[in-house]
């Protein structure tokens, strides 16, 4: 087996990287191309029930090359209509992750079922959008909601069930273990950190909807610390998510304990061509360092 | 990054175009774009229809919806929000271009006509509008162009009907090495059929939903493109691959719908 290559709840990826949700997701072509890019594997855009516009724009607002701030809102074309774009990557071979959302225990358990029928590999549920009135993180950081989200969710599917949290409350570890309980086969964290920006010359928040959601380099220490602090508490494989650019960021998250990684504003930045960075730089890293695969290296700053 | 600017300068174009133009550093290459942003109200894509060497950069907003009637109202000294510029930009090296522009569609191409000009290449130009009143730039063109075709709709100037209508004629009796196009899809689609037919390499800026503008979104997906980084302008040959082209369009929420 390659040095590379992954396995998390039975299912494979040829390396750790994965396009993370949210971007590039919208089209089936995209998914493909971040696959062919070098990617792993690819999460969907978050698909709900119906068709959803988001925000109007401003919906991005830059942060020199530190950090992204976003608000979209959630788009996407309802489940539906999405099922061409999954359909279009999985004939070309991609592995697909398929993230939902859904206001109910029920909603997110449809939805996951109508992705599973899809045929995709595994589903990420979207616990953790920190700017959806009625979504993500108002039903993800409650222990108990997100705990009935998981359980309605595993007993409707077949496919491995990530839960992807929220670092935007006080406990990580609190609800790291509420998705592990629940049945959750593994944890995707981190999701943006609530953030704002202000334009001072309008003296109003840039954002149409005002919060949004940081990204980038900034919250890569928010990312280690919840991946940090779950791998100390629960037992599930965990997918490591936040500001991952460099293969280093990938190397200190593996030691931090995650097992599989997802990279979102990093592929903007680069055209897709950071996958192949990652992959290269972190072979030599492991190499280097003397891990004969990515697994030697999961938690291994734990053991220090 | 985001900055303010100051709008210095509005030209009412036609009734229902108008340009603001207003002083912004980045260097921006012809065929580009700014994300413009009214506070409390959108932000949206707009192609630069001024760029250097012109000491005013400039867009030029045609009425379409709220957020675009809102430009047009705008005055001399109103700050708006900006980013970019983005995308690619026209290839300037040909040396006898044929611009062929629908209604707002000649804003886009006005400041590539120019620099290709400047360069030394001859520029022809077909502009076709609703009405004779709503034909963008037609003195801007005239004062560089070799010949300036003009169409309109209903007839009040130039030839009747759609500007593709004059292709044939032109295209046969002259030589040009490119086709450069910008205006409504249909439109375009003819256009690079007639360049096809007579062998001349086509360009042509797209438009589609903009969201990020940073190859992140996916909002402006065109087949296994993003409009906002690879393009806005694509050659003939990537067009005519892409299904969606003059055929589909995604909405808001990403969902492809008929052009």
Redesign the interface.
């Known amino acids: 087996m390659d040095a590379l290559t992954v396995k998390v709840a039975g299912v494979e990826f040829r390396n750790p990287f994965l396009l993370a949700s949210g971007i590039w997701g919208e089209s089936g072509a995209s998914l493909h191309r971040a696959y062919v890019a070098g990617a792993g594997g690819v999460v969907t855009k978050s698909i709900g029930r119906e068709p959803r516009t988001g925000y109007p724009n401003p919906t991005i607002e830059r942060l020199d090359d530190w950090g992204l701030l976003n608000a979209m809102g959630l788009p996407n074309p309802g489940i539906k209509n999405y099922a061409e774009e999954v359909r279009f990557a999985l004939s070309k071979g991609v592995k697909v992750v398929g993230s939902v959302f859904g206001g109910t225990p029920e909603e997110f358990a449809l939805l996951s079922v109508e992705m599973e029928k899809l045929g995709v590999g595994s589903i990420e549920l979207n616990l953790s959008c920190p700017h959806a009135k009625g979504y993500g993180s108002e039903i993800g950081a409650d222990p108990e909601l997100l705990s009935e989200v998981v359980r309605a969710v595993k007993k409707a599917v077949k496919v491995p069930v990530w839960a992807k949290l929220t670092p935007n409350t006080s406990d990580p570890a609190l609800l790291a273990a509420a998705a592990e309980s629940a049945g959750a086969d593994a944890i995707s964290a981190i999701n943006t950190v609530r953030a704002l920006a202000i334009d001072p010359v309008g003296m109003r928040p840039v954002l149409y909807h005002g919060l949004g959601g940081l990204s980038g380099p900034a919250i890569k220490p928010i990312g280690l610390a919840f991946i940090w602090q779950a791998y100390e508490k629960v037992r599930i494989p965990l997918v490591g998510i936040g500001g991952i650019t460099t293969p280093e960021d990938a190397f200190e998250y593996l030691l931090a304990g995650a097992t599989l990684l997802e990279v979102g504003t990093a592929v903007a930045d680069s055209g897709g061509t950071v996958f192949h960075t990652l992959a290269d730089g972190l072979r030599e890293i492991l190499k280097e360092r003397g891990f004969g695969n990515v697994a030697e290296a999961v938690g291994a700053a734990h053991r220090k | ?2 900055t ?1 600017v100051t709008i210095e300068e509005v030209v009412r174009e036609t009734p229902s175009t108008v340009t603001l133009r207003f002083r912004y550093a980045p260097t921006a290459l012809p065929g580009q774009f700014v ?1 413009i ?1 009214l ?2 109200d ?3 894509p707009m192609s630069l229809s001024y760029v250097e060497p012109e000491p005013l950069k400039g867009v030029t907003v045609k009425v379409m919806g709220a957020t675009s009637r809102h430009f047009n109202q705008l005055e001399k000294g109103v ?1 708006v ?1 900006i ?1 970019g510029p983005y995308g690619n930009h026209f290839d300037l090296t040909p040396s006898n271009i044929l611009l062929v522009a629908g209604g707002s569609g000649a804003a886009v191409l006005a400041p590539a006509a120019e620099a290709a000009h400047r360069r030394g290449s001859k520029v022809s130009v077909a502009l076709g509008a609703t009405t004779a009143n709503e034909i963008l730039f037609r003195d801007r063109f005239a004062r560089f162009a070799e010949e300036v075709f003009l169409s309109t709709d209903d007839g009040t100037e130039g030839r009747k009907g759609f500007v593709t209508n004059l292709l044939p004629e032109i295209l046969s009796s002259r030589k040009f090495d490119a086709v450069w196009s910008c205006g409504p899809e249909v439109m375009m689609v003819k256009t690079l059929r007639a360049s096809e037919e007579h062998g001349v390499p086509f360009f042509g800026s797209l438009e589609r939903q ?3 503008a ?6 402006c ?1 065109f ?2 493109y ?1 409009v906002c ?1 690879e393009g806005p302008v694509f050659d003939g040959k990537t067009l005519a691959s892409v299904e969606d082209f003059g055929t589909f369009k ?7 719908v008929r052009a």
């Open positions: 990054m985001r303010t994300m942003w506070p409390g959108d932000e949206v700050r929000g980013r903009m969201k990020c940073i190859n992140l979104c996916d909002a997906a087949g296994p993003h980084t995604r909405d808001a929420s990403g969902q492809r």
